[in-house]
């Protein structure tokens, strides 16, 4: 066998390799193209939040060494890379996304960091084809609302927990980036009101309840849910086109022709600066369930 740099460790045994891009359903391919082309902007310091929430959701796992972790939606591995820190060199992480460039990032960060104990993989996270109980720990972190059935989704990820081990679902408060959101899509109502979007996929589950019961739809009976407010603080209003253009607002923007884009960048950033809006609403509402032991 051929030796393995980090970032792309052996995958456990028994396991099976995820569906190739060109296998994907439409909806994943389109969340590869809208995150694909948002990787270029990930590494800056206006989305910082990315890391922030990916390292919280790990820290209320108490993950031990030795143990295994599966990453869903992993992106550019702001979880599973503390993840892989936690574990230790004995354990084993592996995270699926349907962006490769996103997956380019995480290879990246975990060469840089030394974790020869993570394997980030392309494919389908609804469809892992992976065995039931193989993971001591399950995560996705702003990822749950993408699929076209989240409860299914949701069961799929309990399916994978082993007997003692722990799910975690992380999503997005209500109003996220709030004040700048609403200004952003005010914006493109008025450069082309056929993109302008009253709805986000992550609007569907912003509260403690709806997670809930998101997780009892699943099969999921005992878990813990938790909102937590959070602000994030950008040096100045110009860096929300960052955000912009880092997260699933890029598809938008995308969207439109060139001259367009300037002039919706120009609408927006003139209005954040004349409230000199530099402050952005990032509430979380962290999930977290643990799966008995069999009677």
Not at 64 to 79: H, I, K, M, R, T
Not at 250 to 269: F, S
Request: hydrophobic share 45%; net charge negative.
């Amino acid at each position: 066998m051929a030796p393995h740099e980090p970032g792309q460790a052996p995958a456990p045994a028994g396991t099976a390799e995820p569906a190739q891009p060109d296998e994907l359903p439409e909806h994943a391919l389109r969340a590869a193209r809208i995150y694909g082309a948002a990787a270029d902007h990930y590494g800056l310091g206006s989305l910082s939040f990315w890391n922030r929430f990916g390292a919280a959701t790990v820290s209320r796992l108490t993950l031990e060494p030795g143990q295994s972790v599966l990453d869903l939606c992993c992106g550019a591995g702001a979880s599973a890379i503390p993840a892989a820190r936690a574990v230790g060199p004995g354990g084993h992480v592996v995270g699926i996304d349907v962006a490769e460039p996103l997956l380019e990032l995480a290879r990246a960060k975990a060469v840089g960091e030394h974790l020869p104990n993570i394997e980030f993989r392309c494919g389908n996270a609804i469809s892992t084809g992976l065995p039931a109980a193989s993971f001591d720990a399950v995560v996705c972190v702003f990822g749950v609302f993408f699929a076209p059935d989240i409860a299914a989704f949701a069961a799929e990820m309990w399916r994978l927990v082993r007997p003692v081990g722990m799910l975690a679902i992380t999503t997005w408060g209500p109003g996220l980036f709030e004040p700048a959101s609403g200004i952003f899509w005010e914006s493109v109502r008025a450069v082309e009101p056929a993109l302008y979007k009253s709805f986000n996929p992550w609007d569907e589950i912003t509260t403690p309840e709806a997670l809930a019961d998101l997780c009892a739809r699943a099969g999921i009976l005992e878990v813990e849910v938790e909102a937590v407010p959070a602000r994030h603080d950008l040096a100045s209003p110009a860096r929300f086109w960052d955000v912009v253009l880092g997260s699933g607002y890029r598809a938008t923007v995308d969207a439109l022709d060139q001259d367009q884009q300037d002039v919706l960048r120009e609408r927006v950033l003139t209005e954040l600066s004349s409230r000199r809006i530099t402050t952005l609403r990032t509430d979380v509402v962290y999930g977290r369930a643990i799966r008995r032991m069999p009677c």
